[in-house]
Every structure is written in C-alpha cells, then in structure tokens.
C-alpha cells in the first residue's frame, strides 16, 4: 500500500482528532465542523483507517429504539496520534514563511 498522502483534506481531519484524542468522533460531527460533504469525508476516514491510524466501530444499540441508525464511532489510535502530530508539524514548517532577505529573523534579537 502507498503511503497516505496528507493533503489538506486529511489534515483538516487529523487536526479535529488530535484535539481531543479521548473523544471519538462521528461522521456527521466531523462533517458538521470540516464544511466536508459525506462523499469528501467518508473515503478520508476509510484511507485513515486503512493505513492503521484510525480504529472504527459501530455503536452498540438498537437503531429502532433510539429512532436513528447505528454511528460508526472513528478514534485515532497510538500509532494514528503518533504520526498525525508528525505529519501535522511537518506541514506546518512547510507553510512558515521563509525569512525575507536582509530582515532579522522574526525571534532574533536586536544586533
């Protein structure tokens, strides 16, 4: 399998479970707070969970007695946390500003 590319879309995702990562989350939830649609988010959770970063399961309920499907409850596990921190400051280094020419350094101090 080739490695996961994160693009944006993958780091919007990773960036809610690294959050909180105690908190499982649902699609809609993650739907609701990405701007995704099910057909963006959906294959980026399958990909996450493929490649071992993510662990998935069904709620364990009646749908009939609370009036609504089952939800598939979506947590990033150690291996998932691990990398996701990884890759997320990896890309935030790539999106840093280089230094401008003949500027100090933002932290430098006078000279």
Same mark, same amino acid.
């Given at each position: 399998?080739?490695?996961?590319?994160?693009?944006?879309?993958?780091?919007?995702?990773?960036?809610?479970?690294?959050?909180?990562?105690?908190?499982?989350?649902?699609?809609?939830?993650?739907?609701?707070?990405?701007?995704?649609?099910?057909?963006?988010?959906?294959?980026?959770?399958? %990909? !996450?969970?493929? +490649? #071992?970063?993510?662990? &998935?399961?069904? /709620?364990?309920?009646?749908?009939?007695?609370?009036? =609504? @499907?089952?939800?598939?409850?979506? %947590? !990033?596990?150690? +291996? #998932?946390?691990?990398? &996701?921190?990884? /890759?997320?400051?990896?890309?935030?280094?790539?999106? =840093? @500003?280089?230094?401008?020419?003949? %500027? !100090?350094?933002?932290?430098?101090?006078?000279?």
């Amino acid at each position: 399998m080739p490695p996961l590319r994160i693009t944006l879309a993958v780091a919007t995702v990773l960036r809610i479970f690294l959050d909180d990562v105690a908190q499982p989350r649902y699609g809609y939830e993650l739907m609701r707070r990405t701007g995704f649609a099910s057909g963006k988010l959906y294959p980026i959770l399958a %990909r !996450l969970e493929a +490649h #071992g970063w993510l662990d &998935g399961h069904f /709620e364990d309920v009646d749908p009939a007695v609370l009036g =609504r @499907p089952q939800r598939r409850w979506y %947590r !990033l596990n150690e +291996h #998932g946390v691990a990398l &996701g921190r990884r /890759e997320l400051a990896a890309l935030h280094e790539q999106l =840093r @500003p280089a230094p401008r020419p003949g %500027r !100090l350094h933002p932290q430098a101090g006078p000279a």
